[in-house]
T-cell receptor
Framework: DQQVKQNSPSLSVQEGRISILNCDYT??????FLWYKKYPAEGPTFLIS?????DKNEDGRFTVFLNKSAKHLSLHIVPSQPGDSAVYFC??????????FGKGTRLSVIA | DTGVSQNPRHKITKRGQNVTFRCDPI?????LYWYRQTLGQGPEFLTY????????KSRLLSDRFSAERPKGSFSTLEIQRTEQGDSAMYLC?????????????????FGDGTRLSIL
């Protein structure tokens, strides 16, 4: 029973273009959502988060959008750079539910 | 700025042995979390502490798993009588907690993990 789903295992994007990573969740109690980036042999690095009272949060090249009615969030990276190549995890928490992660999406930015 | 530190980075042991991992959180963080990550999966929550109190341990994988944070600073995760299925990456994270038992809206910051291999 996956509460957080990342349906695309991988994504390839050209350098300079937009990368869009998607995430769906099922638990309506989730009220805090995060994106993490992970390089090989390193732990996940926090990128950006959004509370359920907002529908958009922006930090530099990274923007997270939240659609509560669809239980969907997305991460936009503009412009994409080769150093963005990594595995991206979506995570969510709320109330008495600890942080739940998706399985990740591997992003490859091609120069 | 010192991040979350985990030791050892790698541990290889024979089935049936006990292993212990250490985590040093970011110094001002009062919450500390343990996760397990296997290949192709996201991190899976195991347990967490607020200061020295273990507020959630029902998700530890079996009674062979235990964790401590005796002085509210570093933490240890012990696995007794290891099995082949325990082979995984064990991750520690820390965050600020605003009190209470719920999972406050503060980002968790992760260490680089301990990779456990059971022979």
């Amino acid at each position: 029973d996956q509460q957080v789903k990342q349906n695309s295992p991988s994504l390839s994007v050209q350098e300079g273009r937009i990368s869009i990573l998607n995430c769906d969740y099922t638990n309506s109690m989730f009220d805090y959502f995060l994106w993490y980036k992970k390089y090989p042999a390193e732990g996940p690095t926090f990128l950006i988060s959004i509370s359920s009272i907002k529908d958009k949060n922006e930090d530099g090249r990274f923007t997270v959008f939240l659609n509560k009615s669809a239980k969907h969030l997305s991460l936009h990276i503009v412009p994409s750079q080769p150093g963005d190549s990594a595995v991206y995890f979506c995570a969510a928490s709320g109330g008495n539910t600890p942080l739940v992660f998706g399985k990740g999406t591997r992003l490859s930015v091609i120069a | 700025d010192t991040g979350v530190s985990q030791n050892p980075r790698h541990k290889i042991t024979k089935r049936g042995q006990n292993v212990t991992f250490r985590c040093d959180p970011i110094s001002e963080h009062n919450r500390l979390y343990w996760y397990r990550q296997t290949l192709g999966q996201g991190p899976e929550f195991l347990t967490y502490f607020q200061n020295e109190a273990q507020l959630e341990k029902s998700r530890l994988l079996s009674d062979r798993f235990s964790a401590e944070r005796p002085k509210g600073s570093f933490s240890t995760l012990e696995i007794q009588r290891t099995e082949q299925g325990d082979s995984a990456m064990y991750l520690c994270a820390s965050s600020l907690g605003l009190g209470g038992g719920d999972y406050s809206n503060q980002p968790q910051h992760f260490g680089d993990g301990t990779r456990l291999s059971i022979l």
